[in-house]
């Protein structure tokens, strides 16, 4: 456009090249599908539903103590309770075996 001595700066940029087709270099894969990722998260959201769901206040009576506590607190402590004794058996039996082992090699 040359209206009263104005010229375009988009008029005077060199050409632009010509696009080429992809190479093998730059064209990416379709991603795969993180099923880990996939599976924690609907764990997760499964186990926020049975926490919301589970609020209630219920009597826990252990030995000679009695208190009220939410279901969701007691099932977690049950749970983690589980958990660390069958970790610590476990942990015991490798331990019991390494020895066993090593009493026989040396």
């Not at 060199?14 to 991603?31: C, H």
């Not at 609907?42 to 049975?50: E, H, N």
């Not at 209630?56 to 749970?79: C, E, K």
Request: net charge neutral; no cysteine.
């Amino acid at each position: 456009m040359t209206d009263q001595g104005f010229t375009d700066p988009i008029d005077d940029l060199p050409p632009l090249p010509p696009e080429s087709a992809p190479s093998a270099a730059t064209t990416t894969a379709p991603r795969e599908i993180p099923w880990k990722l996939v599976g924690v998260a609907v764990i997760a959201v499964l186990l926020t539903l049975f926490g919301v769901q589970n609020t209630q206040s219920v009597d826990v009576n252990f030995l000679w103590f009695d208190w009220n506590a939410p279901l969701i607190i007691v099932i977690a402590v049950s749970v983690l309770a589980s958990a660390l004794l069958t970790w610590l058996a476990l942990h015991l039996r490798r331990r019991r075996k390494t020895k066993a082992i090593a009493a026989a090699a040396g």
